[in-house]
């Protein structure tokens, strides 16, 4: 069974780094890019980028580039979002999903609430 | 970046109803559109993929149709939990987006 398990919610404040995790399992994870999407409270879906994480490249949202960094760690099948200092504005939830050949997401994380607040 | 717009916003309907949504796109995707539904507190699920395809496991009720810039979702006889809001998303180019949502409400 293919499952995507994220890692538990964050408080942070302000100009603080964070990094959150997405496990894959139940399929051969190098196979299939890793999309990141971000939903802020009472908001609909923003698609925030992808890797392949057979040679790591990745695409960014305009909106998200330069902000946030996407990578993986292949050896335990693990694809992480990162900022080096979260703002107000980053306060969301922000599912990671399997992105096949067409980039349809069938498979989804549970989410990851990031609350950013001094 | 291609912009994705869905109509209605919000709709209310009995069960029982047939329901359609559409979306379009700013630019032709062929049929790289894909539609979600997400109920509250969840993540979303992949209900249509390839404008068309039905996401295996998903009830038949759904379906989806169009190509180009002018896309629908259908659910042929509204149930209690069909409950949610439903995105488009087009995977035609970089960055992916998405619609803005369309919730419906039972009545």
């Known amino acids: 069974e293919v499952q995507l398990v994220q890692s538990g919610a964050e408080v942070k404040k302000p100009g603080e780094s964070l990094r959150i995790s997405c496990k894959g399992s139940?399929?051969?994870?190098?196979?299939?890019?890793i999309t990141w999407v971000r939903q802020m409270p009472g908001k609909g879906l923003e698609w925030v980028g992808r890797i392949d994480p057979h040679d790591s490249y990745t695409n960014y949202s305009p909106s998200f580039r330069g902000h946030v960094t996407i990578s993986t760690d292949n050896s335990i099948a693990t694809a992480y979002l990162q900022w080096s200092s979260v703002k107000a504005s980053d306060t969301a939830m922000y599912f990671c999903?399997?992105?096949?050949?067409?980039?349809?997401?069938?498979?989804w994380g549970q989410g990851t609430l990031v609350t950013v607040s001094s | 970046d291609i912009q994705m717009t869905q109509s209605p916003s919000s709709l209310s309907a009995s069960v029982g109803d047939r329901v359609t949504i559409t979306c379009r796109a700013s630019?032709?995707?062929?049929?790289?559109l894909n539609w979600y539904q997400q109920k509250p507190g969840k993540a979303p699920k992949l209900l249509i993929y390839g404008a068309s395809s039905l996401q295996s496991g998903v009830a038949s009720r759904f379906s989806g149709s169009g190509s180009g810039t002018d896309f629908t979702l259908t659910i042929s006889s509204l149930q209690p939990e069909d409950l949610a809001t439903y995105y488009c998303q087009q995977s035609h180019s970089s960055p992916l987006t998405f619609g803005q949502g369309t919730t419906v409400e039972i009545k």
């Open positions: 999903a399997t992105c096949g050949g067409d980039c349809y997401s069938d498979y």
């Open positions: 630019q032709n995707i062929r049929t790289y």
């Open positions: 139940g399929y051969t994870f190098t196979n299939y890019w």
